[in-house]
């Protein structure tokens, strides 16, 4: 098993960037696909990106493609999600998943896939 605890998020006002953090602990990180999702409220849950177990793969939805940047730090068995340019609609609560190791772009990005969640940051970006 593996516990997860993200932070970094917060308040910003549009054009503005955060840095989100999952920290995991428990078994290897390092073989783990890691996800970044957000549920805004009403709303289900929707993956932002993905990355696989080494780093070597990175998938972004299209709706935060070159303003976000996923990556991983396995020796600090650190999750990382860069945020530029935030947008009013990027505004919801942040999730990390840990899921299978093997890379499935079709299923990776389904909630379903990831066997382990963080609690949440939430995420508020102001107009």
């Known amino acids: 098993q593996v516990q997860l605890v993200e932070s970094g998020g917060g308040w910003m006002q549009a054009g503005g960037s955060l840095r989100l953090s999952c920290v995991a602990s428990?078994?290897?990180?390092?073989?783990?696909?890691m996800g970044w999702f957000r549920q805004a409220p009403g709303k289900a849950r929707e993956l932002v990106a993905a990355i696989s177990y080494n780093g070597g793969i990175a998938y972004y939805v299209d709706s935060v493609k070159g303003r976000f940047t996923i990556s991983r730090d396995n020796a600090k068995n650190t999750l990382y999600l860069q945020m530029n340019s935030l947008k009013p609609e990027d505004t919801a609560v942040y999730y990390c998943g840990a899921g299978p190791s093997t890379w499935n772009s079709g299923s990776n990005a389904k909630p379903s896939f990831y066997n382990y969640w963080g609690q949440g940051t939430q995420v508020t970006v102001s107009s």
């Open positions: 428990g078994r290897t990180f390092s073989s783990y696909t």
